[in-house]
């Protein structure tokens, strides 16, 4: 079972860091983050695979940090200068294959978290 937490409510140009706890779940495959904003579809953010490599949604480039600690079994994601239009519930995701076969493919991740609210005011 995945677990988000960290979600909160900022003023634009503030930072979050959202929590992901994957611990007793079986992963190898890559790890990302998405998030839905309200009256709109699914988006992925970020994505990291077992090597530490990372991608991220042009939307949050330079801004965005995802990285994983495997000893706490935790997935992060470090948001800083948040704008607006980065409110939305985040959730975190687990897919069996590595992210450049499952993308940012929503249906192609296996486990999902019940997703942490971010709300960013101007």
């Known amino acids: 079972q995945l677990v988000e937490s960290g979600g909160d409510s900022v003023q634009a140009g503030g930072s979050l860091t959202l929590s992901c706890s994957v611990a007793?779940?079986?992963?190898?495959?890559?790890m990302a983050w998405f998030r839905r904003a309200p009256e709109k579809e699914l988006e992925g953010v970020a994505t990291?695979?077992?090597?530490?490599?990372?991608r991220y949604a042009e939307s949050v480039k330079g801004r965005f940090t995802i990285s994983q600690d495997n000893a706490k079994n935790t997935l992060y994601l470090q948001m800083d200068s948040l704008k607006p239009e980065d409110t939305g519930m985040y959730y975190c995701?687990?897919?069996?294959?590595?992210?450049?076969?499952?993308?940012?493919?929503?249906?192609?991740?296996?486990?999902w978290g019940q997703g942490t609210q971010v709300t960013v005011s101007s």
């Open positions: 007793g779940v079986t992963y190898n495959g890559c």
């Open positions: 990291i695979d077992g090597d530490g490599s990372t």
């Open positions: 995701a687990i897919a069996d294959l590595a992210c450049f076969i499952v993308t940012m493919s929503t249906y192609k991740y296996r486990d």
